[in-house]
């Protein structure tokens, strides 16, 4: 129960701890002290993980207030902005499907990356994509793990672990992943680690290597599970895993404490206190006058005159609205949320989303792509190694050197003006992929040109045969179009002067 608020449970060490092990490489001598020289991180970090967590769900500090004054009047009231936050941030990353695009022009490799997209649709890929981004907002970091499915249509499935039970471990020297742990219970409910590096699998129980059975029957302490990488990744929040609930609770919990204080305020003035003054009412005579709706007292002298009254003092609701909106405004700024004001009218979109605070969050969501894309990049690698290994490898025949990760945000937010742009530089003569690549119509830009591009010739004239050269002036354009992807990206990353 999350009686503590979360500065008493984390002592102002906000965000999440980095296992870090000072080697290069996980061997069968090094593995069991690199697991317990981290695990006292991943022990601290436990804790917070299910509080978070459980605050998402609803379980709040506010929930087990004592009240001193007027015990008897308490409306514990949880308003959870921490779903909200964390289904709005979850959206703008997880809302569409996260799909592999082609960087090439090569029909084969392209016919590959769209098997490889339907694969993944197959195996359900978008509702763990989903699963884990809860995790991953509500927590500060989520994981995947790929599996085998060994003879089924799609040989692989994806799961979604806690990280509760699993951490990964990194590499000091490298900071490259170098073993994911998970905390399991065997059948007799005992606890064990199950550990993967990139090559091998291990089990460690009570401080000491187990000894398993390999593919061949004989019994090892490790054994090759053939992924061709660490078959769990870790999705990362931000390079602090800080969660988007921690960096405003302090303000959920304040809004809690005054919602619930408001209806306190609303039941003590419906159940106001009764005031005597110069005049004895014993209980049972109160009860009767209670039932009868009317008060009789008389005075207990002549010289001082008894009257009753109801005690009332109410609490000023519009003063106490107007300091919730502050809190919330504070804390959908924080969090790069945009507000809820309706338009009035006489503003086009662009306005709209700047008045608002959209851009500003697409930019904010921006900034968590680079950690999700190379995520994905890893899960990726082992995915392919399954399909390649229970299809053969032409089934996806290329490399990640032929792809890239496509996250997509509100591809059709201000679909008019990107139309317009489109048209004004296929007007201008700038090259159709370098003009679809910019106007931010579509995700798989090269996909869409080479569809199109027979129509685009039909458009041009066929170019070909007026511009000889037309075939290395495209090459080009491409070689201008991963430039400008990469100085984009470099600019969202703050790495631009």
Not at 54 to 73: A, H, L, S
Not at 77 to 88: C, T, Y
Not at 263 to 285: H, P, R, Y
Not at 384 to 399: D, V
Request: hydrophobic share 35%.
């Amino acid at each position: 129960m999350n009686r503590l608020h979360l500065q008493d449970l984390v002592q102002g060490c906000y965000g999440r701890k980095i296992a870090y092990a000072d080697v290069e490489e996980i061997t069968e001598d090094n593995i069991v002290s690199v697991v317990g020289s981290c695990i006292g991180d991943f022990n601290w970090n436990k804790r917070i993980f299910k509080y978070l967590w459980d605050y998402y769900k609803g379980d709040q500090p506010i929930k087990y207030r004592e009240k001193v004054v007027r015990d008897d009047v308490s409306n514990p009231i949880v308003e959870n902005h921490a779903w909200e936050i964390v289904r709005f941030k979850n959206g703008q990353t997880n809302g569409e499907p996260i799909q592999c695009v082609s960087t090439r022009k090569e029909e084969k490799i392209n016919k590959g990356v769209d098997r490889f997209n339907d694969y993944c649709r197959a195996a359900g890929k978008h509702a763990k994509d989903i699963s884990s981004g809860e995790w991953t907002s509500a927590t500060g970091t989520g994981y995947k793990a790929a599996q085998r499915k060994k003879g089924a249509e799609v040989p692989f499935r994806i799961a979604v672990p806690t990280p509760i039970n699993t951490f990964i471990i990194y590499s000091r020297y490298t900071e490259e992943p170098l073993l994911a742990v998970q905390e399991l219970k065997d059948e007799n409910g005992e606890w064990y680690k199950l550990c993967f590096s990139e090559t091998h699998e291990y089990h460690i129980k009570n401080g000491k290597l187990l000894e398993i059975q390999d593919s061949n029957g004989n019994i090892v302490k490790s054994r090759p599970h053939a992924f061709g990488g660490i078959p769990i990744v870790e999705y990362p929040n931000n390079q602090n895993r800080v969660s988007d609930i921690e960096l405003v609770i302090d303000i959920l919990d304040a809004i809690n404490n005054m919602q619930s204080n408001r209806m306190d305020a609303i039941e003590q003035f419906v159940q106001s206190w009764v005031k005597f003054v110069n005049c004895d009412i014993d209980k049972d005579t109160f009860q009767e006058m209670k039932m009868a709706g009317a008060l009789v007292v008389k005075s207990n002298n002549g010289e001082n005159k008894a009257d009753v009254d109801i005690m009332t003092q109410e609490l000023n609701q519009t003063e106490a609205q107007v300091a919730k909106d502050d809190l919330w405004d504070n804390a959908l700024s924080i969090s790069a949320i945009p507000n809820k004001q309706s338009n009035t009218g006489g503003d086009t979109q662009g306005a709209v989303e700047l008045r608002n605070g959209w851009d500003f969050s697409k930019q904010a969501a921006r900034l968590k792509d680079p950690y999700t894309m190379d995520a994905e990049r890893r899960l990726n690698t082992v995915l392919l190694n399954i399909i390649r290994q229970e299809k053969g490898s032409e089934e996806c025949p290329f490399g990640i050197m032929d792809y890239e990760v496509q996250i997509n945000h509100s591809p059709t937010d201000n679909m008019q003006v990107k139309t317009q742009v489109l048209q004004m530089l296929l007007s201008s003569g700038i090259h159709p992929l370098v003009a679809i690549e910019v106007c931010g119509l579509w995700g798989d830009a090269e996909k869409v040109y080479i569809l199109s591009k027979p129509y685009l010739d039909v458009l041009y004239k066929t170019i070909d045969e007026v511009v000889p050269d037309a075939k290395e002036q495209e090459e080009k354009a491409k070689e201008l179009v991963k430039q400008f992807n990469s100085e984009k990206d470099g600019a969202v990353n703050g790495e631009g002067n």
